[in-house]
């Protein structure tokens, strides 16, 4: 099945909340890093274990007081309303955003979060 990105961002506070117990790590890098504007910027995801169908990743920015933000959805989608130098690639553990040509707007908080069975089995 798929989820509309409207119907992720509603998953996305269920798993968050229902799901903390799990056995699933999730490790993000670099934990900072400082860019020129301009440059090309990289943040590494990996999971413990493959997500599900290979590609349910999705990424996420934050400001401060404000509510996270979708990027990016089923690896590679770009979200509605997204700047174009946000992409994403991987499959099953291994995952990437790439900022191409990082502005100054996008200093903030990223995250990536990985969906693994249930809802759709």
Not at 9 to 33: A, D, E, H, K, R
Not at 50 to 74: C, D, F, M, R, T
Request: glycine share 10%; net charge neutral.
């Amino acid at each position: 099945c798929l989820w509309s990105p409207t119907n992720l961002l509603f998953l996305t506070l269920t798993m968050f909340l229902g799901f903390s117990g799990g056995q699933i790590t999730v490790t993000q890098s670099p934990s900072i890093t400082a860019a020129q504007p301009g440059q090309e910027v990289r943040i590494n995801c990996k999971t413990s274990s493959s997500v599900y169908n290979g590609n349910y990743l999705h990424w996420y920015s934050q400001k401060p007081g404000e509510a996270p933000k979708l990027l990016i959805y089923y690896t590679t989608s770009r979200y509605t309303g997204a700047p174009s130098r946000f992409s994403g690639s991987g499959s099953n553990s291994d995952f990437t955003l790439t900022i191409s040509g990082v502005q100054t707007e996008d200093t903030g908080d990223y995250y990536c979060q990985s969906y693994h069975s249930g809802f759709c089995d």
